[in-house]
């Protein structure tokens, strides 16, 4: 779904040095995000660049929080490219970041999950303001699908 150019979200996008990639297709028997009334709740979203899985591996074992942290902007990335697909390409129509649910796919010692996460906290409250200032979850996991160290799903308000 191409960018509205006159979407002040859009705007932001750019303003941040930030473009949004192609909504990914889902990869088995789900929908890439439902909307119910005025609630877009997205799938996980995972590591995925360009087409390409990045940072594939555990957290405290092959990535840093830090490097992590950057995995879950990227997830944080692919949910507004859903959410843009979404919304018809009108991010202006996004009222309110409702909920992120993150996962890390971590050692069984590493407890900075929510460090992590701020990946995509941090990038909802740059990009929507203080509409993107969300309830949240981080989750420490044993594995994630493909391998990848972070998945972020998300519930959006819209007009």
Avoid at 10 to 24: C, D, F, I, V, Y
Avoid at 54 to 69: L, P
Avoid at 96 to 102: E, F, K, T
Avoid at 142 to 157: K, S
């Amino acid at each position: 779904m191409s960018a509205n150019p006159t979407s002040r979200v859009h705007a932001r996008l750019a303003e941040l040095g930030l473009s949004l990639p192609q909504a990914a297709a889902p990869a088995a028997n789900y929908v890439p995000y439902v909307q119910t009334g005025n609630l877009v709740v997205i799938s996980g979203q995972i590591t995925l660049e360009n087409g390409e899985l990045k940072y594939i591996g555990r957290v405290g074992e092959d990535f840093t929080t830090e490097q992590a942290y950057d995995a879950a902007k990227l997830c944080g990335l692919n949910l507004i490219a859903q959410l843009n697909a979404a919304c018809g390409g009108d991010l202006d129509r996004v009222k309110r970041v409702v909920r992120l649910g993150g996962f890390v796919n971590s050692t069984a010692d590493f407890t900075d999950q929510p460090k992590v996460i701020n990946g995509a906290s941090d990038l909802m409250a740059e990009v929507f303001g203080d509409a993107g200032k969300h309830a949240r979850a981080a989750v420490g996991v044993n594995t994630l699908p493909l391998g990848v160290a972070v998945e972020v799903e998300g519930m959006f308000e819209v007009e």
